[in-house]
């Protein structure tokens, strides 16, 4: 599927001015959608050719669309779910449309599904087991805005509330706060790029309270290392601390 034109099995009979084009699922068609300041349509197509033929998703109104109002990306099928292995998973969110798994990373179990999602990628709107009309797409584009308008002011507030926990040197307040920004899985919004530096920061602390415990074989000392372990679920440091547990 080559970036910047019409993908798919071919247009036969069909008129160039009902062809919509479509973007492959890359960090660069990304980077389109940011400098165009435009939301993305992303469909995931089932398993056939009925679903690559540009006939199936054609339509004046559509290509209109595409050439005007949004970033259109096609995803190839994969049946592939297999999940990253739990020692490699950070809970920091990343940018699901330019990763190795799309179809994973949005929970796609029908066929076609239409995830309409910011220039991040961020879906706030989804369509799945049948076609979206032109009518319907144009009016999930000019809500994504104020969606993410909405998004940030909701991360911005639990982190406000984080920073307040952390001026406090209560981190394990300030990381619930925290870890509850990056459930939310949204990516690129100025809230969430702070909630990840304020991540880090949290994290150092953790690594140096870790290197402050003792000798690892006495019982106490163990004692509190599970202790902080049980504070940092779901993080890198959970996984540092039981491979120190081990050792």
Do not use: C, H
């Not at 239409?114 to 799945?128: I, K, L, P, T």
Request: proline share 5%.
């Amino acid at each position: 599927m080559a970036p910047g034109g019409a993908a798919g099995g071919g247009g036969g009979g069909l008129k160039p001015d009902g062809i919509v084009t479509w973007q492959s699922a890359t960090s660069k068609t990304l980077e389109k959608a940011a400098n165009e300041k435009k939301p993305i349509l992303i469909y995931f197509p089932g398993e056939g050719k009925e679903y690559e033929y540009d006939g199936y998703f054609y339509g004046k109104d559509l290509k209109d669309l595409s050439d005007n109002k949004a970033v259109f990306v096609r995803v190839a099928y994969t049946s592939d779910r297999t999940p990253l292995p739990y020692a490699e998973q950070s809970p920091v969110p990343l940018k699901k449309l330019s990763g190795d798994n799309p179809s994973r990373d949005y929970n796609v179990t029908q066929y076609p599904t239409f995830v309409v999602a910011d220039q991040n990628g961020n879906e706030f709107f989804r369509v799945a087991g049948k076609k979206p009309g032109a009518r319907d797409l144009e009016g999930f584009f000019a809500e994504v805005p104020k969606k993410v308008e909405d998004a940030n002011t909701r991360l911005q507030r639990n982190l406000d509330k984080a920073k307040e926990f952390w001026g406090k040197k209560d981190s394990r307040e300030a990381l619930k706060l925290v870890l509850k920004n990056f459930k939310e899985e949204l990516v690129g919004l100025d809230a969430q790029e702070q909630t990840a530096r304020l991540y880090n920061e949290l994290l150092e602390d953790g690594r140096a309270k870790i290197k402050e415990v003792g000798d690892k074989s006495k019982a106490e000392n163990v004692k509190k290392l599970k202790a902080m372990q049980r504070e940092w679920k779901g993080t890198e440091l959970f996984y540092e601390i039981e491979e120190l547990l081990k050792a």
